[in-house]
């Protein structure tokens, strides 16, 4: 369990790195958690001489020149913004607080204030010397999402900031922070030092194509950067690893797993709520970021039909209508949280908060089996499931589960909120060795019922909504390819009535499945299963074979 910490325990300075040197020095914070120092870059300078020790901040004075004056009053605004941004945190964290999510939350918040910053804080050249590849890049990158791509969401654009300061960091970490950075040659060597430092593939293409992009598109073409004199650059992306079926890190949980993690009895109150919001994400696939809307009324749309209630609510990510079946587990879930929760909080590093809570979860709750998956690397790695697992294990379990209900992947989409079932099929669901072991055995199934006698398959049924007859049994087709019935399995039973001749009401399956049978599905049950239980005021069944039975 991680060390709690008192929050008196905790203290944030401001330090040069060489306070006693004759030019300009880094600028950067020191986070002191009980008796352990962490030391956080600000991405900023000043000069030694003009830094007040006693105020922890840089000297403004009419003495000055007008650009150590600029530079120094953006310096101490933007720690004036982590000071405030590090005592609005600790307003809200409990007294004893784990020190491991002290310390993200802060290097958080400081990375945040200097991400949408600092991208226009420049280290302002002297003595003539030429301008600086960092500064370049953050005013095309203002430029770019300003004139080329203004319409670009809040997100991607705060993903691509915080890949474009990386850059930055790369250019002063190795010394070299001249235009000539931005030439082919810089660009190579940028993705020669990322395959160095360990980056997989995906993250080697991310990181160099972002700066490709402000290259290619603003540097090389715009008016206000032409005297920089750089071309465009060509960049081949190197071949990703795309984990598919058994590869895959993420997997869908199983019923037993589920089971283990809904049981666990000794799990704190803190660890309960965070394993009933994996519970619930379990039951209608949210995102994590889309949480807080579950439990705001304002934002929810409700519907009723049949005994079914949905809920409709705005995703966060893709600006998309999701649909939440309101069955009743998560109506139970979120009745139980109506007044909200005394351990959760949906503000900054709630996801990594939670995930880590649910590694927690999983260890408590025995989930340990060996895990061996393909990481991006395309190294095979094996890891206990408690290890790897995380809020988006509960998303494939949710879109597995409704796939064997018998939703197809465009009913799912609505679900989850995508704007196709691209994603359904090519990431969630793609085919495990097990799942290919079911096929062939249905296949086989299939072709041997086909070729015993008086067996009807039901390729034999004419899929049309006209209503078949036969003696005294009248079947209307088409209310077999309901969609929330698995068609092949009723296909079946709807044939053997029709060649057995048996009267029964044309109603039995064309009613909407009852919330009690979608839950008795969900709990494990098969689409027969409800049959029988229809069936049974006919004194009829259903076997393993389909055939009808005679009770």
């Known amino acids: 369990m991680e060390k709690l910490i008192n929050i008196n325990d905790v203290s944030l300075n401001f330090n040069l790195r060489q306070p006693k040197g004759n030019k300009c020095t880094n600028v950067y914070c020191v ?21 007040n020790k006693r105020q922890q901040m840089p000297i403004v004075s009419a003495n000055m020149t007008a650009d150590d004056m600029q530079n120094n009053i953006k310096v101490a605004n933007i720690i004036n913004q982590i000071k405030f941004g590090y005592m609005n945190y600790l307003t809200y964290i409990c007294n004893d607080t784990e020190e491991k999510e002290i310390k993200e939350s802060i290097t958080n918040i400081i990375n945040e204030i200097i991400t949408n910053d600092m991208a226009n804080v420049e280290n302002l050249s002297r003595n003539g010397r030429p301008s600086k590849a960092t500064n370049v890049v953050k005013k095309a990158f203002d430029v770019y999402y300003s004139e080329v791509n203004p319409r670009a969401k809040e997100s991607s654009k705060d993903v691509q900031k915080r890949i474009m300061l990386q850059y930055c960091n790369y250019c002063q970490e190795i010394g070299r922070d001249s ?23 995906q993250n080697v293409n991310s990181k160099v194509g972002v700066i490709v992009m402000l290259i290619n598109n603003v540097i090389a073409v715009h008016n206000d950067f032409l005297h920089y004199k750089l071309a465009k ?10 984990q598919k079926g058994d590869d895959k890190k993420r997997r869908p949980l199983t019923k037993e797993e589920i089971n283990k993690f809904e049981k666990c009895d000794t799990l704190t109150d803190k660890e309960k709520e965070y394993r009933d919001l994996f519970i619930l994400e379990c039951n209608c696939s949210y995102r994590v970021s889309d949480t807080p809307k579950l439990f705001d009324k304002s934002q929810q749309k409700h519907f009723n039909k049949n ?20 069955t009743p587990k998560v109506k139970e879930i979120l009745d139980r949280y109506e007044n909200g929760f005394k351990y959760v909080n949906f503000m900054s590093n709630f996801t990594q908060r939670y995930n880590r809570q649910l590694k927690n979860i999983a260890k408590k709750s025995g989930l340990n089996s060996q895990e061996s998956y393909i990481n991006a690397k395309g190294e095979t790695v094996t890891k206990p499931l408690c290890e790897i697992i995380g809020s988006h294990f509960a998303r494939y379990t949710f879109i597995r589960n409704g796939k064997d209900f018998g939703f197809t992947s465009g009913e799912l989409k609505d679900f989850t909120g995508h704007a196709d079932d691209t994603m359904i099929n090519e990431i969630y669901f793609s085919e495990t060795k097990e799942d290919k072991a079911n096929n062939a055995f249905r296949a086989i199934q299939r072709i041997t019922n086909a070729n015993t006698p008086n067996n009807v398959t039901p390729n034999n049924v004419t899929p049309n909504n006209t209503e078949m007859t036969a003696g005294t049994a009248k079947i209307n087709v088409s209310i077999y390819e309901n969609q929330y019935l698995k068609r092949r399995d009723v296909d079946i039973v709807k044939t053997k009535i029709f060649r057995n001749n048996i009267d029964f009401d044309k109603e039995l399956l064309q009613s909407f499945p009852t919330n009690d049978e979608l839950n008795f599905i969900w709990k494990g049950a098969t689409i027969i299963d409800v049959i029988n239980a229809r069936l049974e005021k006919f004194n009829l069944a259903v076997d393993s074979n389909y055939h009808i039975l005679k009770k």
């Open 31 to 51: 986070l002191k958690i009980a008796k352990v120092q962490y030391k956080i870059a600000i991405g900023c300078k000043v000069n030694s001489w003009q830094w």
């Open 179 to 201: 235009v000539n950075m931005l030439s082919q040659k810089g660009i190579n060597d940028y993705k020669s030092y990322l395959i160095k430092s360990g980056n997989s593939p």
């Open 233 to 242: 650059v060509d960049y081949i992306k190197m071949q990703e690893i795309n």
């Open 307 to 326: 005994g079914v209630e949905l809920m409709v609510i705005n995703t966060q990510k893709e600006n998309i209508d999701a649909v939440i079946w309101v």
